[in-house]
């Protein structure tokens, strides 16, 4: 039996309706805001999130912890009414190597600053996809690739990347990649 389009099926029983009002219960005053971290949204949750005209001015989106997998990413990728963000946070959510291939080509996140794409089951294969086109994103000075599956071939590629749109902080582990100072402990 095919249940890929049931919503719970998923692990999302909202239906639209409900999941607008979890997002205008969560979004700051001036819309510019958003954090949905560990809403468990799933792959119909940012399909849902993706689609709502009221985010145009949403400039951060806290998406950590939801389990939406490649296909939600595809749709917040997607968006035509996330084309504002600056900051982009999909920590823990299981996108792999296919999620990173829509993060990559999509036009409608070129104006990001911040991209967090910790623990997300990402190999060398998707550190060199993301690598090839991270010159298009000449706003980036902030991407976390932190938690992942990524060796040597993908830091490589992803730190000369760095060096060509003059990334300042580029987070690959505990040890390596560069960042500007901070006051506290890394």
């Known amino acids: 039996m095919d249940m890929s389009l049931n919503k719970e099926a998923k692990g999302q029983n909202r239906g639209f309706e409900e999941s607008v009002a979890l997002v205008k219960s969560e979004l700051s005053k001036d819309g510019k805001t958003l954090d949905l971290t560990a809403a468990y949204l799933k792959e119909y949750g940012a399909k849902d999130i993706a689609n709502m005209d009221f985010l145009e001015d949403l400039q951060t989106l806290e998406l950590g912890t939801n389990m939406m997998g490649a296909k939600g990413v595809k749709y917040i990728a997607q968006s035509k009414y996330l084309v504002n963000l600056k900051s982009l946070n999909l920590f823990y959510n299981s996108i792999g190597n296919e999620g990173i291939k829509y993060l990559a080509v999509s036009d409608n996140l070129l104006s990001l600053t911040s991209l ?54 580029l987070l690959l582990d505990k040890v390596e990649g560069f960042q500007v100072k901070t006051s506290g402990h890394l």
């Open 116 to 169: 967090t794409l910790s623990d997300n089951n990402i190999t060398d294969e998707g550190a060199k996809y993301i690598a090839k086109f991270l010159p298009l994103f000449t706003n980036l000075s902030r991407l976390d690739m932190r938690l992942n599956k990524i060796k040597d071939e993908g830091k490589n590629a992803l730190l000369e990347a760095a060096k060509i749109i003059e990334l300042k902080q």
